[in-house]
């Protein structure tokens, strides 16, 4: 990580990309067997598999199982993610930091729908997955169709079950499952302020209405039209 990081500020990338692209270099030699580098070959190859980083629920147990005997800690947390705001990614930063893996479970559209209304997700599983790939702190992605990810946490069995928002553990029926196995729920902070439905209700507020229609003689505004050129005449005095 600060080889990286010094390399970084080296070449002059601002703080905040220089922080991006150490952690980047240092998710890639967590999942290197023993002491290892971080080439630049394998770094750009990191850098540019974000669509990997979505997989099916099979596949999510098979790596977890791999990243399990190297001797990782596996983190899970799940979420609509519909339109990503400080508060999601203050909770995913404090996931990632319990432990070497953070599995992020995203509710499919027909879930989110079943959760949140008709009129819900704002963007497809598709958009929400590909927004939080991005994410340094997000090593990998599936989307479940259940209204719970109770399912997917009995086949995974994480080592953290991490929740953002203002919650207890004994409010989430997802706690006893986690419990059963041994796993730990973690709590994560609460951005005040931070809501996906709130943001959402505001965007729609400020949109001008649909249905409304200007009255006969309002004037509407046009941008003013650049004035003509003045006249220059050619060498033989003619416009």
Avoid at 67 to 89: K, P, Q, S, W, Y
Avoid at 127 to 140: H, M, P, T
Avoid at 197 to 221: K, W
Wanted: proline content about 7%.
């Amino acid at each position: 990580f600060v080889a990286a990081l010094t390399l970084a500020r080296a070449v002059g990338l601002p703080l905040a990309v220089s922080a991006d692209f150490a952690q980047a270099a240092a998710d890639v030699v967590v999942r290197l067997p023993g002491t290892s580098v971080c080439s630049a070959a394998t770094l750009a190859d990191h850098l540019g598999e974000t669509r990997s980083r979505t997989v099916s629920q099979a596949e999510l147990v098979d790596l977890v199982a791999g990243e399990r005997a190297a001797g990782r800690r596996i983190v899970f947390t799940n979420g609509c993610f519909d339109v990503l705001h400080r508060g999601h990614t203050t909770y995913l930063r404090q996931a990632k930091r319990l432990g070497d893996v953070l599995v992020v479970a995203l509710n499919s559209d027909d879930s989110v729908r079943r959760l949140k209304g008709s009129d819900r997700p704002v963007n497809t599983a598709e958009d929400r997955a590909g927004v939080l790939a991005e994410l340094s702190c997000v090593d990998v992605i599936t989307v479940f169709d259940t209204d719970t990810p109770i399912p997917l946490l009995e086949a995974v069995q994480p080592d953290v079950y991490a929740k953002g928002g203002d919650y207890t553990p004994e409010m989430l029926d997802e706690t006893e499952v986690v419990r059963a196995y041994g796993g730990e729920v973690s709590i994560l902070g609460y951005v005040p302020s931070q809501s996906t439905s709130s943001m959402v209700d505001r965007i729609r507020a400020s949109a001008p209405d649909p249905g409304f229609t200007r009255p006969a003689g309002t004037a509407t505004s046009t941008p003013a039209q650049p004035a003509a050129p003045a006249a220059t005449a050619d060498p033989d005095g003619s416009p």
